[in-house]
């Protein structure tokens, strides 16, 4: 009797913890089903969750957008306007070299000395020059006497008028002449003054002078060189206290761009930096091969940080438009669209939508998906895109149908 009694109580424990299974396993099954049955697109947060602390709104403000810009690489370049290339004015030997590459010269200063058999052709010249007008000088005084001395006898009938032309004929002669020699002297001595040599020296050197101020850029000439090529450059001195920066601007863009207009130049050597310029220059053709039109624009260089062949990108833009703004940090990027999250009540986040604009600074212009006056989550969207239900919900759902039917038939 008590054998039966004890697995009576065995079979009734038995029944009453399957029943309870059942029940436990339903009553989690149901809650399950429905969290997944919410709204799609939208993020309900509880007033007293932790979770909305880390949420931050902002309202959506406007701010003027670009319409229409140009924006291209370019390199910076000497200013053709302030560089020259020296060369010798006169050919023969390189006696000293008085600079360095490098160096910043100052206009007038000496840069380099020639001994030249030039310069003594020269003097000789000026010499002869001046020999020439004195002796023109003497032959005018001797024909201007003998035209008086005629006149004067052809006055008395002493000789006859054919003598007076003749001698009237000598003195416009002996003029011209004089005026000839004059004119020799007057080049051999301003040829003597371009070389910087004093007459009358024969032991002089020739000093080639900077004629503007800057740097030595290019230097390609040592002491004891002859040179009998006058129009070698020996060296390139450039006033860099303005450059310029060439840019390839693409044809489809060039129409933006107008002479005199500013432009902001970003160099790669220092980044984070703009610099203003103004366009000084614009091709009269496009390049064939590349389909683009060269742009040289100026910029101040006064403390000599910009240095040619630097490379960088010139940025103009032509018109605005004013359109909402929302921080880089508020948008999430996705693999065919960007979204946000728009706060519809307190708690309650709804997933946009948008079509977003390029970036500026720290901020996206969105173009179409939100406006001015909407407050969209700028800190923690990426925590309420984790509380969305993945793209498989559907199939997730009817799995769970099914769990629940299948628990309800056991």
């Given at each position: 009797m008590n054998t039966r009694v004890l697995i009576a109580l065995g079979c009734s424990l038995w029944l009453g913890a399957c029943c309870s299974g059942k029940e436990h396993t339903q009553e989690e099954v149901r809650p399950r089903a429905t969290a997944v049955a919410a709204e799609p697109g939208v993020v309900t947060i509880a007033a007293n969750s932790p979770m909305l602390e880390q949420i931050r709104v902002e309202t959506v403000q406007t701010a003027p957008v670009?319409?229409?810009e140009v924006d291209s690489p370019g390199k910076i370049e000497v200013n053709p306007n302030r560089v020259s290339h020296i060369v010798l004015p006169v050919v023969g030997r390189v006696t000293a070299v008085l600079v360095k590459l490098g160096d910043a010269v100052v206009g007038g200063q000496p840069l380099l000395t020639v001994q030249s058999p030039d310069a003594d052709?020269?003097?000789?010249?000026?010499?002869?020059?001046?020999?020439?007008?004195?002796?023109?000088?003497a032959a005018l005084s001797k024909a201007q006497a003998d035209y008086d001395r005629t006149k004067d006898l052809y006055e008395h009938n002493a000789v006859a008028k054919k003598e007076v032309l003749d001698s009237q004929n000598n003195l416009a002669q002996a003029t011209a002449a004089v005026a000839q020699t004059k004119a020799a002297q007057e080049q051999a001595v301003r040829r003597l003054k371009l070389l910087g040599l004093k007459p009358g020296d024969f032991r002089q050197q020739v000093t080639v002078h900077a004629p503007i101020a800057g740097k030595v850029l290019?230097?390609?000439v040592v002491p004891g060189e002859f040179r009998n090529d006058a129009s070698t450059s020996l060296m390139?001195?450039?006033?860099l206290s303005t450059v310029w920066v060439a840019s390839d601007v693409p044809e489809s863009y060039i129409r933006f761009i107008q002479l005199g207009e500013p432009v902001e130049i970003s160099l790669v050597a220092y980044p984070g930096e703009t610099f203003a310029g103004r366009v000084m220059r614009i091709a009269d053709t496009v390049d064939p091969q590349t389909r683009t039109v060269?742009?040289?624009?100026?910029?101040?260089?006064?403390?000599?940080?910009?240095?040619?062949?630097?490379f960088g990108s010139i940025h103009h833009i032509e018109s605005t438009q004013e359109t909402p703004v929302v921080p880089a940090s508020a948008v999430i990027q996705g693999e065919q669209h960007s979204v946000v999250f728009v706060e519809q009540a307190a708690g309650?986040?709804?997933?946009?939508?948008v079509t977003v604009g390029k970036r500026l600074d720290d901020r996206i212009p969105v173009l179409a998906g939100l406006e001015a006056g909407d407050r969209v989550v700028v800190d923690g969207a990426m925590l309420l895109k984790g509380q969305l239900p993945p793209s498989s919900a559907p199939e997730r759902r009817t799995q769970i149908a099914e769990d629940v039917s299948g628990s309800e038939r056991r």
């Open positions: 670009p319409t229409a052709a020269a003097q000789s010249t000026a010499l002869q020059a001046q020999a020439a007008v004195t002796q023109a000088q290019e230097l390609s390139t001195i450039a006033d060269k742009v040289r624009a100026e910029m101040q260089n006064p403390q000599g940080r910009f240095r040619p062949e630097m309650r986040f709804r997933q946009t939508d």
